[in-house]
């Protein structure tokens, strides 16, 4: 077990992902290579087996892999599992008939997945995609749609705006800046969040969006007032109360909106929120009583800090059950050596408890009193059917299904499980290679940004065990860099079979960061020379 104040090691190696939801945004830039995309109303010829392998079973077709390395949400629902991509909204059957993966194509709006929610007759999503406004880059909200017939037809609307003469608050004109982070359903509405359009309320049957604020005042997000309740992030419902998180706390309503409850850091009070920087809520149900979570990061006040805080009575205490930090004799604050905290998402399985966040997913069994790394930078997730691993160690969403716990990052899906040790299986997208018209090698993302801390993956064919060497040179055929030996099993297991991959972060030999341009590499492996060529673009 390690001590409540232990965090990821973030100092050093910030990727620009800090959040979900700038994840939401940025996965539209790193997303990779996408699966081909298949409606969810045609069958698959294979499934996830309920096996201790957790492999995909029974001939996977080229391509039936999920849509995205980028996984901002995962919902299990009975029969499948849903997951929020930047390329669209993924679903694996779990009866037998496979991957699916839904786009502009199917129905959704443009753009990645942004929010994702769930119930039994519905699914609700909204996307996001950057707009370029004279030279510059800004997230755009693609709209938000529902679906109530597992997929197949969509009716979707726009991001919701203001009209320009709106006079009784600061009216949202655009879609820039306006993006859905969240979504929760109540009883009578949908509710959405975002920082340029607040929070919004559709009653079922109807089909305008209306704002809400939970202060009272007008809204006004920005200019001229730039009220902190305004900017909203995260959003939960728990079957009594709506809960909302903004940038000035977390915001409690039990009558859809006509009155609310604020709770937010106080100081030198234990028993509030750490923060009131609110990014992410989650609700976790068990029999006897609810709990929720809230991601509660530092905010204006000096003395507020990065954590994780939760109330098991409806909010009328609160506990900070994560935190970065260690109350000094002289009531300052030592944050962590190792950075600041930011949890992103959270994850349930009955009573245990999942904090996705940088570099480190934290587990409780014990409703957060103590803590342990299920996966770190220190608990690598490595497959031994393909000898891959997760190069990023940022996590941004994770589910328990049965006795197996799903995770999701911007570099791919892992489910692990016990078998007398904890086990993970690796799920990436990517177009087979030698297939379907694909080249014998391709790299991905291409082009990459080692900056901002991505690696390119070299992907080839490889079905049996090999050792594989890879080089890489610049434009000049010069070289720069040659990997080690590296034992690859080759095969594979289900929608990962008869591939290989190796990863490259854009250094050289002797460990400089190589300037922008192309390169070459070559891949020798299974007594084979394949070549490709990747640009760096920092």
Request: with cysteine.
């Amino acid at each position: 077990m390690r001590r409540v104040g232990r965090v990821g090691r973030v100092a050093e190696k910030k990727k620009g992902l800090q959040t979900k939801l700038k994840l939401s945004l940025a996965i539209l830039f790193t997303a990779g290579v996408a699966a081909v995309s298949i409606a969810a109303s045609i069958p698959k010829e294979h499934q996830i087996s309920a096996n201790k392998d957790h492999q995909i079973s029974a001939n996977p077709e080229p391509g039936a892999r999920i849509g995205s390395n980028s996984i901002i949400d995962i919902v299990p629902t009975e029969g499948s599992i849903w997951f929020g991509t930047g390329r669209g909204l993924s679903q694996l059957h779990l009866n037998g008939t496979g991957w699916a993966t839904l786009d502009q194509s199917d129905g959704l709006g443009r753009g990645g997945v942004s929010a994702l929610a769930v119930t039994d007759s519905t699914i609700w999503a909204a996307t996001a995609y950057t707009e370029e406004v004279r030279g510059d880059f800004f997230p755009a909200g693609g709209g938000v749609g529902y679906s109530r017939d597992d997929g197949e037809t969509w009716t979707w609307m726009r991001q919701p705006v203001d009209s320009v003469g709106e006079t009784n608050y600061s009216p949202t004109t655009t879609n820039i800046q306006n993006v859905t982070y969240d979504i929760a359903l109540t009883d009578s509405a949908a509710w959405i969040v975002s920082w340029g359009g607040g929070l919004r309320r559709l009653k079922y049957g109807e089909s305008a969006w209306h704002v809400y604020t939970v202060d009272g005042n007008p809204f006004s997000p920005g200019p001229p007032r730039n009220l902190l309740a305004h900017r909203t992030f995260s959003t939960a419902y728990d079957g009594t109360f709506l809960w909302v998180g903004s940038a000035a706390g977390v915001h409690r309503t039990s009558d859809e909106g006509a009155n609310w409850n604020t709770f937010s850091h106080v100081a030198g009070n234990n028993s509030t929120l750490s923060g009131n920087f609110v990014t992410a809520l989650g609700v976790q149900k068990l029999t006897a009583k609810t709990l929720v979570w809230a991601a509660t990061w530092r905010a204006e006040q000096v003395n507020e800090y990065y954590g994780v805080t939760v109330t098991e009575d409806g909010g009328a205490n609160w506990r900070v059950a994560l935190s970065d930090s260690t109350v000094l004799d002289n009531g300052e604050y030592l944050i962590d050596v190792y950075g600041p905290l930011r949890a992103h998402n959270f994850g349930f399985s009955d009573s245990v408890v999942y904090v996705c966040a940088d570099e480190v997913l934290w587990q409780s069994n014990d409703l957060g009193f103590t803590w342990t790394e299920r996966a770190s930078d220190q608990l690598t997730i490595s497959d031994p059917t393909t000898g891959e691993e997760f190069v990023t160690t940022d996590f941004f969403s994770a589910a328990g299904v049965g006795d197996s716990l799903w995770v999701g990052s911007d570099d791919g899906l892992a489910v692990g499980w016990f078998d007398g040790e904890f086990k993970w299986r690796i799920h990436r997208a990517f177009q087979s290679p030698g297939t379907s018209g694909q080249p014998d090698t391709y790299s991905y993302p291409n082009p990459f940004s080692p900056a901002r801390g991505h690696t390119v993956r070299f992907q080839f064919p490889l079905g049996s065990p090999s050792s594989v060497h890879f080089e890489v040179f610049n434009f000049a055929m010069e070289p720069v860099y040659s990997s080690p030996d590296i034992q690859l099993p080759g095969g594979g297991t289900g929608d990962q079979a008869e591939y290989g991959a190796v990863a490259w972060d854009g250094k050289t030999d002797q460990g400089n960061s190589v300037a922008n341009g192309v390169y070459f590499y070559l891949v020798k492996a299974g007594g084979n020379d394949y070549w490709g060529k990747v640009m760096v673009l920092d």
